[in-house]
């Protein structure tokens, strides 16, 4: 166990709704990354968040949005959703975003879009 | 641009045979972070191991060792005695320190190890 929490752990919607994956980090950490493991793109950085601050973007559609609130949860929304968007999506989280600690990653959210 | 490549899609192994997972990465930066993870098949991603740029000192931990080696550019990782538990996707992972610390894990394609009994 990982201390990284996910919900939920599966999620099943259809084309065109929208979603919102939860995320709280390890205890301690301030730093939230987000990532979407799909058969075609394979493990993919989205998004990461640093103590409520976003901090880096990778390949992330612009129906897609995420945050980090006060109390160090974070949120991935997914909107206007496609077949293809069908994926694993995994958040992890590090101690800080000054030095590099590892990232230890939730069980994931496994989301089929029909 | 960094990248991590492993080449290895699929290996097979009968029990207790030692296997090597190869890794080999690509970056610009002279300061960076190498990672293994394992994704068992219920699918959450386990953190094994995080080497550093400047450590190419080898690495064993019971039956896994690691072997960094800068100037392949190569971080391979081998399991000695295999059991059918170390069957798994194993992912190497590279991270490029910036300003603002470690912003994102780029990651190979993965190598999916089966153990046969």
């Known amino acids: 166990d990982s201390g990284v929490t996910q919900t939920p752990k599966h999620l099943i919607t259809a084309t065109g709704q929208r979603v919102t994956l939860r995320c709280s980090p390890r205890?301690?950490?301030?730093?939230v990354y987000w990532y979407q493991q799909s058969l075609d793109q394979g493990l993919q950085f989205l998004i990461q968040?640093?103590?409520?601050?976003?901090?880096a973007k990778g390949n992330i559609l612009e129906r897609f949005s995420a945050q980090q609130f006060p109390d160090l949860h974070s949120e991935l929304n997914l909107s206007s959703l496609e077949l293809g968007d069908s994926a694993l999506y995994f958040c992890?989280?590090?101690?800080?975003?000054?030095?590099?600690?590892?990232?230890?990653f939730g069980p994931g959210t496994r989301l089929l879009v029909l | 641009a960094q990248k991590v490549t492993q080449a290895q899609t699929e290996i097979s192994v009968v029990e207790k045979e030692d296997v090597t997972l190869d890794c080999v990465y690509e970056?610009?930066?002279?300061?960076?972070?190498l990672f293994w993870y394992k994704q068992p098949p219920s699918g959450e991603l386990v953190f094994l191991i995080r080497?550093?740029?400047?450590?190419?000192q080898n690495e064993i931990s019971g039956r896994y060792s690691w072997n960094f080696q800068k100037s392949t550019s190569s971080f391979n990782f081998t399991i000695t005695a295999s059991q059918v538990v170390d069957s798994a996707v194993y992912f190497c992972?590279?991270?490029?320190?910036?300003?603002?610390?470690?912003?994102?894990?780029?990651f190979g394609t993965g190598t999916r190890l089966t153990i046969i009994p």
């Open positions: 992890a989280s590090s101690v800080d975003a000054r030095s590099v600690g590892t990232q230890y």
């Open positions: 205890s301690g950490d301030l730093s």
């Open positions: 968040y640093y103590n409520g601050e976003e901090r």
């Open positions: 970056t610009r930066d002279t300061t960076y972070y």
């Open positions: 080497r550093n740029s400047f450590d190419e």
């Open positions: 992972a590279l991270s490029e320190i910036s300003n603002f610390g470690n912003e994102k894990l780029t």
